[in-house]
């Protein structure tokens, strides 16, 4: 008998894997790492008495490749995004209900919400499931009975290896946390209705209402930017903005942002919002009926769907009260997976509000986690189309606009001017910028770039820039914390670099690097970037900078990249390339040029995307005409 890969070594998983091995010897091996307790200690001790070995896997996701050859990392999410709607759909037919309330509130938007919170649950199972496939074969794994959704959607995932299931199904303690667990959460912001926290006033004419994730700012040269809203002009209609913790987000130095017509509302006061419209009422009985009928749920996966559209239906009630308080017509949201962007789609096609979102960043496939069902998706061109559109969700109507931050770029050239007169006083001939994929936090096995491969990456660099004194490296990450002074504090390496005055690192911001990645780009001659998260590179060649991007993931990409010089399998390999370039190789002349496919990406490249976007919420604002629905089995119409 092959290993046994176990999710987490524990009594249940334990008396599971002796009934599979019988007589046989077995040997464990735990894919999380191991959790020190006495208990655990007494469990693998009595293992070793009884001659079963435990270890645990040592792996990195992001080394492991499919028989295909692509990252388990990658694989994984895509292969989540099947099981998400598989789980859904099995949830659905179980539960008339469900599909009563997503067929009745329209847009498939509860479907689009469960599937979300399936997702962002099942990938990890997901994730080792396809380790233990690429460690051991014909090996088996052991999964924890998951009670967010249905096991055996994991059944369908392509394996060699043979998943198993222990644990049981934990309805009753389903039951006890989160139906009561929610319907006291519930309670308490009823009885809390003497403190709710105050709408602001009404205004005049309708209205906008904003979800924002990220705080706020007027400077022009930062990420956070409200870059459809032109220079210090007023806008012409309210703009109610709701933050994860109300006005504490928007910064006392910003009361400009006032002036503007931006209103901060407080999150508190959509959840303690006095429902007196009828569509808030019929929401939150909807949403009581649904807690209600979780209490009689057959198996835990049916309990928590219920518990969460309960939660979504009571935040859409709020949503609903407040927005007709308001006389809000339109909401804006970019991000589409928080809990509020879900509950203000329930509420909008009630309440006949028009809802926009846009796209920001150069996605490469679909996940439940960035779909939406907005009424109108600003998008960057044609080409991204079929990348919102899966398994029947999509928004209603497309808008192409061009790159959405491409306004923000003249906002960042004098900087990026002064850097780049700084760096070549240092003796900076050349210089490279690079954009970092997102890295795995310390001890993180599941991750994508683990801290050795990105400081691979990086000392790479960093040897050619102490080598070389004609040429100068200015380095973006995606996140505050992956900045390399930070994530390599004390390394010599990068200490050196610092000290030629020939290195640079842009950081602003507390958790999101909120600098543009344009600023570094114009600073430079050319950009390194990397096929996943490829929108710093899709940002560097719509400012006019030569690009190519990293794939050591064995990531599929478009075909539309293989029409230009810009792919390369290793840092090593492109800067060969560079240096090919830098030296005059006719052959090479055409290295990091996107101008044969940019159109493909962006077909405006005139700076004007934010006026564009713009267009389309006055108009969601002042039109309340509908867009037309989008049938699933065919394309999104598109309209001017």
């Keep these: 008998m092959g290993p046994l890969y176990c999710d987490r070594l524990c009594l249940g998983a334990v008396v599971r894997a002796a009934r599979l091995a019988g007589t046989r010897r077995i040997e464990i091996r735990e894919l999380d790492r191991p959790v020190r307790s006495l208990s655990r200690l007494a469990l693998v001790t009595a293992l070793r008495l009884a001659g079963i070995s435990v270890s645990e896997a040592r792996f990195f996701a992001g080394d492991l490749r499919t028989a295909s050859g692509e990252s388990v990392f990658l694989a994984a999410r895509r292969a989540t995004t099947a099981v998400a709607f598989r789980a859904v759909s099995d949830a659905m037919q179980a539960v008339p209900r469900l599909a009563r309330l997503d067929a009745d509130y329209g ?6 919400f469960l599937s979300r919170m399936i997702w962002m649950r099942v990938e990890h199972q997901v994730r080792q499931c396809l380790v233990a496939d690429a460690l051991g074969g014909e090996a088996m794994v052991l999964l924890r009975r998951s009670r967010h ?9 392509p394996l060699r290896a043979r998943i198993v299931f222990y644990g049981s199904d934990h309805v009753l303690a389903s039951k006890c946390r989160y139906v009561l667990g929610s319907a006291v959460v519930a309670v308490g912001a009823k009885l ?7 709408l602001p006033e009404v205004s005049a004419g309708p209205a906008l209402l904003m979800l924002q994730e990220d705080d706020l700012s007027l400077d022009r ?7 459809w809203v032109p220079g210090a002009e007023p806008l012409s209609f309210p703009a109610y903005v709701v933050t994860a913790n109300g006005p504490r987000r928007l910064s006392p ?21 006095r429902l007196e419209h009828p569509v808030s009422r019929q929401m939150a009985s909807d949403a009581w009926a649904s807690l209600r009928a979780a209490l009689s749920a057959r198996s835990a996966a049916e309990c928590v769907a219920l518990s969460a559209v309960f ?9 609903a009260s407040m927005c007709h308080r308001l006389g809000v ?10 809990l509020d962007a879900d509950a203000m789609q329930v509420a909008a096609a009630r309440l006949g509000v028009r809802t926009v979102t846009y796209q920001y960043s150069n996605l490469a496939f679909s996940t439940p986690h960035m779909l939406t069902t907005a009424d109108t998706m600003v998008v960057f061109s044609p080409h991204y189309h079929s990348t919102w559109c899966s398994n029947g969700i999509a928004p209603r109507a497309f808008v192409d606009a061009g790159y959405v931050f491409d306004g923000a770029f003249g906002a960042v050239r004098a900087r990026a001017g002064q850097m780049r007169s700084a760096l070549q006083s240092r003796g900076a001939r050349f210089v490279i910028c690079y954009f970092d994929e997102n890295v795995a936090r310390h001890r993180d096995k599941y991750g994508l770039t683990s801290r050795e491969h990105h400081f691979a990456e990086i000392g790479t660099l960093l040897n050619l820039l102490l080598e070389d004194p004609s040429v100068g490296i200015v380095v973006k990450s995606q996140f505050e914390r992956n900045s390399p002074s930070r994530i390599f504090a004390g390394n010599e390496l990068v200490e050196r670099a610092r000290r030629t005055g020939r290195y640079v690192e842009l950081v602003e911001g507390v958790h999101r690097n909120i600098v543009f990645p ?3 780009a114009l600073a430079s001659d050319i950009a390194i970037g990397h096929v996943v998260g490829a929108t710093a590179p899709l940002e560097a060649a719509c400012a006019g900078t030569r690009c190519v991007m990293l794939n050591p993931y064995g990531m599929a990409t478009h075909p539309i990249y293989a029409r230009a010089r810009i792919v390369f399998p290793s840092i090593e390999g492109a800067l060969r390339a560079i240096a090919q370039h830098r030296a005059g190789e006719p052959a090479l002349a055409d290295l990091g040029d996107w101008t044969g496919i940019l159109q493909e990406f962006d077909p405006f490249r005139d700076g004007a995307a934010p006026r564009r976007l713009r267009a389309v919420i006055e108009r969601a604002v002042f039109d309340p005409a509908p867009a037309e629905a989008l049938a699933p089995d065919r394309e999104p119409q598109l309209t001017a």
Excluded at 107 to 112: T, Y
Excluded at 221 to 227: A, G
């Design 311 to 319: 939660r979504l239906l009571r935040r859409a009630a709020g949503f």
């Design 329 to 338: 017509t339109a909401c804006l949201a970019g991000e589409s997976y928080p």
């Design 149 to 157: 959704f249905d096991s055996a959607a994991l059944t369908g995932l």
């Design 107 to 112: 847009r498939h938007s509860i479907r689009l």
């Design 518 to 520: 344009a600023e570094a």
């Design 253 to 273: 130095r910003n009361d400009e942002i006032r002036e503007l017509g931006m209103i901060p509302v407080a999150s508190d006061a959509v959840t303690t919002a």
């Design 221 to 227: 040269s930062y990420r956070t930017q409200p870059h």
């Design 192 to 198: 809390r209705l003497t403190r709710r926290a105050p």
